[in-house]
Each structure stands twice: as C-alpha cells, then as structure tokens.
C-alpha cells in the first residue's frame, strides 16, 4: 500500500483547498480510509473517516465544512475544505487500515495507531 497526499498550501481565513490522497494497493471496499492532522506540539487528530461500506464520519469541528469522498476509478481520497479557519492549519495526513486490521473498532473508532498505511503529509496553512 502506498499513499501520496497533494493539495495543501496557504490560504486566508474563508479560504477553500482541496486534499487528494493517491493510494495504490487500497481496495476501498475492505479498508477504512481517514484524514488526520497533526498541529506542533498536539497530538495526531482524526479529521474525517469513509468506512468500507461508505459510511462517513467528522470531528465536530469540521462538520458542515470539509466533506471526504473517494473515486475508486481513480484510486483517489479527497478532503474538500471550506471556510477554512485558522485553527485548521496542520500537516494533513491519508491513513488507510484494513477492515480487518484493529478489529474489533470501527472505522469512526480508530485513532492513529488503529491503521496501518499512512502517507507522508502535506501542510495546511490558514491565515488571517
């Protein structure tokens, strides 16, 4: 399993941005598939999961501004960010875990440690 993420950078306040995470070696359909972020000095925070069935889930503070989609024909995860804040600035990570791996924990119960792909980041930075 290999993930690249894209698609960070700098934005004001307000500001839009669109994550891609490029995975090979996923079948979505038995891997559980988040975003973190990591701020400096906090620890690894999940963002957004797709479970392998579809289902969704986000941290309440992203709820109703960033949406995570998947395109299997592309092999491709996204995070959609809107209305972007300065508490979102981090380094954004792709993390995939198998179905099975960390069972028995559901996609939207796993921290950091309860997957087993990660990629290498991409830094988010808002200002004002």
């Known amino acids: 399993v290999h993930l690249v993420e894209s698609g960070g950078g700098s934005v004001q306040v307000g500001g839009s941005l669109r994550l891609s995470c490029a995975n090979s070696?996923?079948?979505?359909?038995?891997?559980?598939m988040a975003w973190f972020r990591q701020a400096p000095g906090k620890e690894h925070e999940v963002v957004a999961t797709?479970?392998?069935?579809?289902?969704?889930t986000y941290v309440d503070s992203v709820k109703g501004r960033f949406t995570i989609s998947r395109d299997s024909e592309k092999n491709t995860l996204y995070l959609q960010m809107n209305n972007l804040k300065l508490d979102d600035s981090a380094m954004y990570y792709c993390?995939?875990?198998?179905?099975?791996?960390?069972?028995?924990?559901?996609?939207?119960?796993?921290?950091?440690?309860?997957?087993?792909?990660w990629g290498q980041g991409t830094q988010v930075t808002v200002s004002s």
């Open positions: 993390a995939a875990g198998g179905s099975d791996y960390a069972y028995p924990l559901s996609c939207d119960a796993r921290i950091w440690d309860d997957y087993n792909h």
């Open positions: 797709i479970d392998s069935d579809g289902s969704i």
């Open positions: 070696g996923v079948t979505y359909n038995d891997y559980c």
